[in-house]
């Protein structure tokens, strides 16, 4: 027996420094709970994909790729802990919607986060024209007016343009950095080509040496350097009028990649810190109710082992509060439901186990005897549930959207975390207040109900 009280004081110790470690954590800012939008406030976007020039086995490929470029872009402008992620919708008909759900915690300047998610610099190197045309003079007849207006477009047409594109664009760019000129010391950007684009750029160089090589980004001209001799080991300077500011805005969105499909956005909103600080004490309201109305419960009417599933639930909180942080969970209201319903199931196990050992008690046995066939014959009922609802959780997580994972995961954990406080702790401290005897006031103290 001196083993199990020695067992007990070890688990209730442990839960102790663990809730000290919590209350630590949250009070002194070194490991707060990481809240979600709905909590924290900030910025909530939605964008509808165009995969309608992707064929269907690669829109996966796609939807993905572009999710990671976005989740790098957000993380180059310093929101924390965002979350960037892909839901797919069925339309009538068969059809199928693909969108992507980007939350901004902390932005609450909807049209900031928009830009600069948005924008993507076209990065394009253009060569020398071998065949301008020569032709300066443009002619005029009465042919070029359409509705009484004067139509260049066919004259125009006939002017052949300095420069012609070539292959080598931003889509061969493996980084981009931020420099300075030695010795006018303004901003210049260094360009990085992988494996592919350092072939294209030393094919290029070695095909213009003493001519120009245009860069444009975004269609504008920024820098027209004289090729001296061929460059190889794929690194390319760009200079322009840059402010320190402006270059390292572009570093960054040359470094963001650009976005394998079109997107459009379709929906914003936007949470205030207030509303999502209501949010949170609403919660925390509720589940403090919960657990006061489920404590009166258990008492009342279960007893001693009543008081027992009390001081394991109230551990089975604690460990809950250290998974979110060691994991890390991010807390929504959502998540927050989940909880307070995996602490119904948690009270669930404890009172199959309480009303097994009650049948065994009528029957005759002693409190110990009976709790061990209460535990051991309530293990197949609290198995099979807890597993059902762990399957549901998989479930949704894996099918549901933005919301209903975060529900889905406080939940799933809730139930495995409950499952094995209840067999666990609650085992062991039960074993521990029972001992060996089996007089009027133990059995009284074990009973449940209206029961003596």
Do not use: C
């Not at 027996?1 to 020695?6: D, E, F, S, T, V």
């Amino acid at each position: 027996m001196w083993k199990k009280r020695l067992l007990a004081l070890i688990i209730i110790l442990f839960a102790a420094g663990l809730g000290y470690f919590v209350y630590w954590s949250q009070t002194s800012g070194k490991a707060p709970f990481k809240l979600g939008l709905d909590l924290s406030g900030g910025t909530y976007l939605t964008y509808q994909a165009d995969v309608s020039g992707i064929a269907p086995a690669d829109i996966g490929t796609a939807m993905d790729s572009l999710r990671n470029v976005i989740e790098r872009r957000v993380n180059l402008f310093g929101v924390s802990e965002p979350r960037v992620s892909t839901q797919t919708t069925t339309l009538a008909g068969n059809g199928r919607q693909y969108q992507l759900v980007v939350e901004l915690p902390g932005v609450t300047d909807a049209q900031k986060a928009i830009s600069m998610i948005g924008q993507t610099p076209l990065l394009q190197f253009e060569t020398e024209n071998p065949n301008p045309s020569s032709a300066q003079t443009i002619h005029v007849s009465s042919s070029d007016l359409k509705d009484g207006k004067l139509d260049l477009s066919a004259a125009l047409a006939g002017l052949g343009s300095k420069y012609v594109p070539t292959a080598l664009t931003g889509q061969y760019l493996s980084r981009a950095t931020l420099e300075f000129d030695p010795t006018t010391h303004t901003p210049t950007i260094g360009l990085q080509f992988n494996a592919q684009g350092a072939q294209m750029f030393a094919d290029i160089t070695g095909a213009n040496i003493g001519k120009t090589i245009a860069i444009y980004l975004d269609g504008s001209p920024i820098s027209s350097p004289t090729v001296d001799q061929k460059i190889v080991g794929g690194q390319a300077v760009i200079t322009g009028k840059f402010t320190p500011d402006e270059a390292k805005t572009l570093v960054e969105r040359l470094n963001s990649g650009a976005l394998p499909v079109p997107v459009s956005l379709i929906s914003t909103s936007t949470i205030g810190p207030t509303l999502g600080a209501s949010a949170t004490h609403a919660g925390l309201v509720a589940g403090l109710i919960a657990i006061i109305f489920v404590a009166t419960l258990l008492i009342v009417w279960y007893r001693l082992p009543g008081f027992i599933a009390i001081i394991a639930l109230a551990m089975y909180t604690i460990f809950m509060l250290v998974l979110f942080k060691l994991i890390p969970v991010t807390i929504t209201s959502s998540g927050i439901a989940g909880l307070i319903i995996s602490l119904g199931m948690a009270v669930d196990a404890n009172i199959l186990i309480f009303e097994r050992t009650k049948e065994e008690m009528l029957a005759g046995k002693t409190v110990a005897d009976s709790l061990h066939d209460g535990f051991g014959r309530a293990w197949n009922s609290i198995r099979d549930g807890n597993i059902s609802s762990i399957i549901s959780a998989i479930i949704l997580y894996w099918f549901g959207s933005t919301l209903i994972q975060g529900f889905a995961l406080t939940f799933g954990l809730g139930v495995l975390v409950s499952m094995i406080t209840a067999f666990t702790i609650s085992r062991i401290m039960l074993y521990v207040v029972a001992g060996n005897g089996n007089g009027r006031i133990k059995r009284f103290l074990f009973s449940s109900g209206l029961s003596k």
